[in-house]
């Protein structure tokens, strides 16, 4: 006996195998993705005020790029557009469109992952400077004539490395002033000040990376489980559109499904960035 | 009245592939198998394997708490040289050895032996068969599902002999503890612990979406919801149970992950300080965020250990009371509710984190709410006997002695779901008593009523039902001997956690006035570990016997049962049906008025 139900729908049901089997991944998903966010609510509202050293606030705000940010959620809804349209135009059975649409949206998938790389890197040489005396500041800083970034994070430093490598001086960028809502303040200038702070009168030193504060752990967390998800799926849709292709000759009702359940798994993570752009840059 | 598939001959099973079918290489067959059956018994087998060295490790540490400080005999020379003289110098089993002794156990009977011998090896081997499916409905992601667990019981194996030992935090792995017990050395234990976790969760969730998609989409023909064996429905909720529970302990093992790693804190708190010194962290994360995300599968849990065990047994008892079950329907919707329960009631675990009494109250009365379907499926088990002609051979007799085990199980677990006594019992080893009774004399006895049951038809022979009464009767008396114990060092408040097994305060030179008598129970509950295992041996000559000298069964269904998997020919072929299954009546049709045998099986026309 053959396995029934491949791809033909059960009557009674009216599914095919794979379309149970990527909802009930995609209820697990939702778990997963669930627990890291029910995480981050929980550490958000149990937080100690007076923890983050810039502001009078308990919870960082206001520190992750927010035009970049929105460009990326306009990449992500964009592909999942043109992945409902793929399928779609393999239903009205125009091969050469589908394929590409899939490619737009497997371009958008890696457009929104080399943003997010841009962002990392730049997370990585942002610090936290809290001095002996009790100021705090952040700002992009450059040790020895170098900016450390995510490229090169085995470059990251701290007070004990300073001191370590016998480092004297570091130059910060100080980033402008900011409100208690984490908005930079209006009349601070678009120029920099870059001030040098000898080492000898930092406490703390550490860059906006997971160490430093839970808020850049749930975040890098969130957004590197994310990214490996687009990853995942534009792998996949991406084999569908070249190698995978070759099933639209030979079995054309079962390709198509394999379009709709990927295309389903592809708004998944579209829906997820949907949640997580609001919850970790906006509010 | 013999089943039809009885008459048909292996040449049948050659024509029904009439497509390019080769026959597959040593590792097609064994290794790299998508057959549902193949990979059942390799679960069956590893996690048996897993399940006898859990056990073996659990012997070594009641020796330890029977004679504290004394070197381990036969194995204590052998731990030292493996293991290195800080875990157990000159034989003598350390506070570290112990506690990583402990959490292993857990972990490993937990994760690596009994949620795989239900869900994996019998799940696998019977549901599609019970359903009239010829196999799962993605058979490479049922083969994927136990190269994980494979690849994750190796890892865990493989944490023993890394510098530092194997995890030691508990099998709950709580933070900070977790996180700060090994803290010279980063790549630890608990970090081969937490990616053995990620390897075991990803099979758990591979498993759980096949198993669920099997059964809404390959019923076959007639096999409605309500004609279902009350074991498919067991592994169904089950399914539901390790989908949604299992992804926030992933997502909380990937945070303890970067706490390890990385030097995150999402558990560490503030002004956090170890061994005297401040911990060099940023602080500001919540221990009890790992509580709540690691019970939230805990609890759940629980019941993927005693759900498919019911199932097994109610499949046991039926076919050997000669009666259908009794409220089958009343089971099915108590199984659901069940399942559904089992998702709020996690936080009675953690009454004394101080999380606040109004929290407190609300998990208390859902852990009450969620004892009436237990007790539902148990009565109605009990109630099933009533005026039965009871067969008593060895699956049935353990299946029999479920049902007092487990009772006991489940009501001693009453007293830790009101939170003002399980202020007093918390921690102790009235838990240890109390959990144990549920998974030890209950899953683990359904286990073997399975495996004396389902043996013929896997292997076409039978097994040795004299060993099997003695395998049932030592059993019995040892599992109670070393667990009934526990509850009263329990309510003598002794503790769970103590690696001298308490003489620190029982002992003759505590002076704090405590019971000395409980130091003589660990003695009792030593030998009688022992016990326990000896009388695993007639179980294990009987086993490997009868795989290869056992009666051979002279039909298809020996047990003159009327479930799917008994219309099968034995061992059931690849594609196991020989033509298509239908289901006309449900699936405990036993001593139907009027019928010509005392059984009617499910696939019978007339």
């Known amino acids: 006996m053959e396995i029934p139900y491949t791809y033909k729908a059960r009557p009674d049901t009216g599914l095919y195998n794979a379309k149970v089997g990527i909802w009930l991944f995609l209820a697990s998903e939702i778990m997963l993705f669930g627990a890291l966010f029910s995480a981050y609510i929980l550490l958000r509202v149990s937080a100690p005020v007076g923890f983050w050293p810039d502001l009078a606030l308990a919870w960082p705000r206001g520190l992750l790029n927010i035009p970049i940010g929105t460009f990326n959620t306009a990449v992500l809804i964009t592909s999942s557009v043109t992945v409902v349209l793929a399928w779609a135009s393999l239903k009205m059975n125009n091969f050469a469109r589908f394929r590409v649409y899939m490619v737009i949206t497997v371009v958008c998938a890696f457009a929104f992952l080399g943003i997010k790389s841009f962002e990392y890197n730049d997370k990585f040489s942002h610090y936290v400077v809290r001095l002996k005396d009790g100021k705090a500041l952040t700002g992009h800083i450059e040790v020895n004539g170098k900016h450390p970034g995510f490229w090169n994070f085995q470059d990251q430093w701290d007070v004990a490395k300073l001191a370590d490598q016998k480092v004297d001086k570091i130059k910060v960028e100080v980033d402008p002033e900011r409100d208690i809502h984490g908005h930079a303040k209006k009349h601070a200038g678009h120029d920099h000040e870059v001030r040098e702070i000898a080492v000898s009168d930092i406490q703390f030193l550490g860059s906006y990376t997971p160490s430093t504060h839970p808020f850049f752990a749930v975040y890098f967390l969130i957004t590197a489980l994310h990214g490996l998800h687009v990853l995942g799926g534009a792998l996949v849709l991406g084999y569908f559109a070249f190698p995978g292709a070759k099933m639209w000759k030979s079995n054309p009702e079962q390709f198509i499904n394999r379009i709709e359940v990927g295309g389903l798994f592809w708004h998944f993570v579209d829906l997820v960035w949907i949640f997580l752009f609001p919850v970790v840059y906006l509010l | 009245m013999q089943s039809s598939a009885s008459h048909a001959h292996t040449s049948a099973t050659d024509s029904s592939h009439g497509h390019a079918h080769h026959e597959p290489g040593f590792f097609g067959k064994y290794i790299f198998s998508t057959d549902h059956k193949v990979i059942g018994i390799q679960y069956g087998v590893s996690s048996l394997l897993f399940l006898m060295f859990g056990f073996l490790l659990m012997l070594v540490m009641r020796f330890q708490l029977a004679n504290p400080g004394k070197a381990i005999p036969v194995v204590g020379a052998l731990l030292e040289k493996v293991l290195g003289e800080d875990m157990a110098k000159g034989g003598i089993m350390g506070g570290d050895l112990y506690n990583s002794f402990g959490a292993m156990h857990g972990t490993i009977m937990v994760f690596l032996a009994i949620v795989p011998v239900l869900f994996g090896a019998f799940g696998n081997y019977v549901t599609p068969l019970q359903i009239g499916a010829p196999d799962m409905a993605f058979p490479r992601l049922n083969m994927a599902s136990f190269h994980c667990y494979f690849l994750g019981g190796v890892v865990m194996f493989a944490s023993f002999f890394t510098p530092g030992g194997a995890a030691r935090s508990g099998w709950t792995s709580y933070s900070p503890l977790a996180s700060v017990t090994d803290l010279a050395n980063r790549f630890d234990g608990q970090t081969y612990w937490l990616m053995g976790m990620v390897l075991l969760i990803t099979s758990s969730l591979l498993g759980s979406v096949n198993f669920i998609a099997t059964i809404i989409q390959l019923r076959c023909r007639g096999m409605s919801w309500m004609r279902m064996p009350f074991f498919v429905w067991a592994q169904f909720v089950t399914g539901f149970l390790l989908l949604l529970a299992f992804p926030p302990l992933e997502a909380a093992g990937l945070m303890q992950l970067m706490d390890n790693l990385f030097g995150s804190s999402f558990f560490l708190p503030q002004g956090l300080v170890v061994n005297g010194t401040a911990l060099p962290v940023s602080g500001g994360g919540s221990p009890l965020l790992w509580q709540h995300l690691f019970w939230f599968l805990g609890h759940p849990e629980v019941y993927v250990l005693i759900l498919p065990a019911i199932g097994i047994v109610a499949e046991v008892i039926s076919n050997n009371i000669r009666k259908p079950l009794w409220g089958y329907k009343s089971m099915v919707y108590a199984a ?155 309510f003598k408040g002794m503790s769970r956690r103590m690696s001298d097994g308490g003489t620190t305060y029982f002992g003759p030179d505590a002076g704090i006035g405590a019971d000395p008598g409980v130091l003589g129970l660990n003695k009792m509950i030593f030998m009688c570990a022992i016990g326990l295992g000896i009388a695993q041996i007639p179980f294990i000559i009987n086993f490997f016997s009868s795989i290869f000298a056992g009666k051979r069964t002279t039909s298809d269904n020996p047990w003159q049962a009327t479930t799917l998997e008994w219309a099968t020919p034995t061992p059931p072929p690849h594609g196991n049906f020989l033509q298509e299954p239908v289901a006309y009546r449900g699936p405990y049709e036993y001593s139907v008025p009027g019928a010509k045998t005392d059984f009617t099986p499910q696939g019978d026309k007339n």
């Open chain 2, 336 to 490: 659901m509710s069940i399942g559904f329960l089992s998702f709020i009631v996690w936080a009675h675990h953690m009454y004394l984190t101080g999380m606040g009494t109004k929290v407190a109250t609300f998990f208390q009365t859902t852990t009450m709410m969620i004892s009436i379907p237990s007790v539902i499926i148990l009565t109605a088990l009990f109630i099933s006997l009533w005026g039965g002609s009871i067969r008593f051979n060895s699956a049935s007799l353990f299946a029999l002695s479920f049902l007092p085990m487990f009772g006991i199980g489940g009501l001693t677990g009453l007293p830790l779901g009101f939170n003002a006594s399980d202020i007093f019992l918390h921690d102790s080893y009235y838990v240890i008593g109390h959990f144990h009774y549920v998974v030890a004399p209950g899953t683990m006895f359904a286990v073997f009523a399975g495996i004396y049951y389902w043996f013929p038809k896997i292997t076409g022979r039978h097994m040795n039902e004299l060993l099997g009464k003695i395998h049932w009767a030592g059993s019995l008396f040892f599992m109670n001997c070393v667990f009934a114990p526990m509850f009263i060092q329990g």
